[in-house]
Nanobody, 121 residues
Framework: QVRLVESGGGLVQPGGSLRLSCAASGSIFRIGDMGWYRQASGKQRELVAAITSGGSTNYADSVKGRFTTSRDNVNNLVYLQMNSLKPEDTAVYYC???????????????WGQGTQVTVSS
């Protein structure tokens, strides 16, 4: 079994910073692309940032220059550093990863349970 568990969400004032973490655990053979999505109330889930196993990154236009994603391939972790937060960044943030299980080594798509980020004064 494979799990993704996020942490680090919370309430922050506009202009503030938060760092989200996501830990992958279980019978993992390897991890491919990882990323962060968010879903605001009444809106569709959208890609925020993605990172390949080699470290190449991609960001939504709305967060470029403010958010940075990174990963620790040894410990199966991915991070999202969020700076200069705005009220419109308020959403549930989900970790996503393509993970191959030890049993069959096939890449499958996994999601974390989500963590709430609220930007408000």
């Amino acid at each position: 079994q494979v799990r993704l568990v996020e942490s680090g969400g919370g309430l922050v004032q506009p202009g503030g910073s938060l760092r989200l973490s996501c830990a992958a655990s279980g019978s993992i053979f390897r991890i491919g692309d990882m990323g962060w999505y968010r879903q605001a109330s009444g809106k569709q889930r959208e890609l925020v940032a993605a990172i390949t196993s080699g470290g190449s990154t991609n960001y939504a236009d709305s967060v470029k220059g403010r958010f940075t994603t990174s990963r620790d391939n040894v410990n199966n972790l991915v991070y999202l550093q969020m700076n200069s937060l705005k009220p419109e960044d308020t959403a549930v943030y989900y970790c996503n990863a393509h993970i191959a299980h030890l049993s069959d080594r096939l890449l499958r798509n996994y999601w974390g349970q989500g963590t709430q980020v609220t930007v408000s004064s």
